[in-house]
């Protein structure tokens, strides 16, 4: 196992160009390969989670090319019922996303026998959330602690559609849905407590579904879609990842000295809850050269040191910036005023228990705050030291802890940094190129 050590007291210059989104990464290499004819992707991010998801499809009769750090793959589609019933188990590594979309994708393949399985932490995580509403659906799901937990069984069955309420904001839950609704018999409504990313109801509009989505429908954010539409492959661009640019945002404000510009990041409103947050802090932040890339939007950031007011985020805008409150908390340690955090008990079932561990790992630093329930409540103007600390395992942690480390005064050791390769596997290599320049 890795660890790296990162000196306080720098600053980073230049230009970053984050690697690919990766909800958008997984989804179009799962939409690819059951479309009919070939799908060519750009950009897509070559990290560990999507090639547990490409590693999944392939398994069961899909081509796929090579995925390297030229982000350039194309998919051979099997059509929406050609999935081949795998010989093995399909190992989802440390990937929710991809966990979640397979249930969903997998509970209406007639016949079929699939199992699911994972890494030690996504075996800790509720699968119930995707397994129920399926299960109301027909879905005959299996598992550790009543049906919650993997490894877990699939018989596929003829799933019918119908109205389905997903427990939480989980766009997991709810693309898992629609995915299923693809196949089923009649039309799937998906009602939603607050909206999550969109990513799924976008592309598969443009894959050739029929899927007409109501963000603001009265019962809740809602999206419809009619089974038997034939999916076509497409050419699908995808943006720079905003939950990766995160890290270089918080430090450019936070790190004495720092500019940066981070280029083609997706600004997606569904996801873009973490510059509202900064606008709330005061921070100087330029949206520049803003275009639509095949569907999504995306624009350049660019963002430089400067004091920031605390802030309070809750509610509607947790979805929509829910990966960033890992880094969001070292912001707030650097803020004027105390920060709170509240309605983010999600956080304790993401990769780990993110209120906790990062609330552990900062107070190794030096760091008084307090965790709650649902959220943080941090005061800010604090001075960090140098500590060993450790993502336990979690890629968001390991990259807010490097934040966190610039802002220390002397070393800050990181064990377990390689797990910063989940979601972006050059982060240590940028970082160092950001501290040269
Ligand atoms: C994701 C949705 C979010 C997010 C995860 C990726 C997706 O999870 O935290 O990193 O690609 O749909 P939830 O749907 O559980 O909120």
Redesign the pocket.
């Known amino acids: 196992m890795g660890s790296v050590c990162l000196s306080g007291g720098g600053s980073l210059h230049g230009s970053v160009r984050v690697p690919g989104d ?2 958008i990464s ?1 989804r179009a290499l799962l939409f690819g390969a059951i479309a009919t004819g070939t799908t060519t992707i750009e950009g897509l991010l070559p990290a560990e989670d999507p090639l547990s998801t490409a590693a999944c499809l392939r398994a069961m009769g899909v081509t796929i090319s090579a995925i390297d750090s030229s982000g350039v793959v194309r998919v051979e589609g099997v059509g929406l019922d050609g999935l081949q019933e795998p010989a093995q188990v399909l190992d989802c590594g440390n990937s ?2 991809t966990m ?1 979309l397979m249930l969903g994708l997998l509970a209406g393949r007639d016949g079929r026998h699939f199992v699911l399985d994972g890494d030690a932490s996504l075996r800790r995580r509720p699968m119930a959330r995707v397994a129920k509403p399926l299960a109301q659906m027909g879905a005959q799901i299996n598992g550790r602690d009543g049906g919650n937990k993997a490894p877990l069984a699939i018989a596929g069955q003829v799933l019918s559609g119908g109205t389905v309420r997903t427990p ?6 709810k ?1 898992a849905l629609l995915l299923a609704g693809l196949t089923a018999s009649g039309s799937t409504t998906v009602i939603e407590p607050a909206l ?2 969109d ?1 799924s109801e976008r592309m598969l509009r443009a894959f050739g579904a029929e899927l007409i989505s109501q963000p603001h429908a009265a019962d809740g954010p809602t999206a419809v879609v009619q089974p038997g539409s034939e999916l076509h492959g497409q050419h699908v661009v995808v943006p720079g990842d905003i ?1 990766s640019a995160a890290f270089w945002l918080i430090a450019a404000l936070v790190v004495p000295g720092t500019e940066l510009t981070i280029e083609n990041v997706g600004i997606n409103p569904t996801r873009t809850g973490i510059l509202d947050v900064l606008e709330q802090m005061g921070a100087p932040l330029e949206v520049l050269n803003q275009r639509d890339v095949a569907g999504e939007p995306v624009a350049d950031l660019r963002v430089r040191h400067s004091p920031l007011k605390a802030f309070e985020i809750g509610g509607d805008v947790i ?1 929509r910036l ?2 960033e409150i890992p880094i969001l908390s070292v912001a707030a340690l650097c803020a004027e005023g105390t920060s709170v955090i509240r309605d983010a008990a ?1 956080l304790r079932v ?1 990769e780990t228990d993110r209120l906790a561990v990062m609330a552990r790992q900062l107070r190794a630093m030096g760091a008084e705050l307090e965790e709650t329930a649902d959220g943080m409540v941090i005061p800010g103007g604090q001075r960090l030291k140098g500590a060993q600390v450790d993502s336990e395992t979690d890629h968001r942690v390991a990259m807010s802890l490097a934040v966190a480390a610039l802002i220390a005064s002397g070393d800050t050791t990181i064990a377990q940094s390689e797990a910063a390769a989940v979601s972006y596997p050059s982060f240590w290599d940028e970082l160092a190129r950001l501290q040269r320049s």
Request: aromatic share 0%.
């Open positions: 990766k909800s997984h929710g996303t979640r939480v904001a989980s766009a997991q839950v693309s999550s990313r990513h939950s979805p829910v990966d999600e993401k």
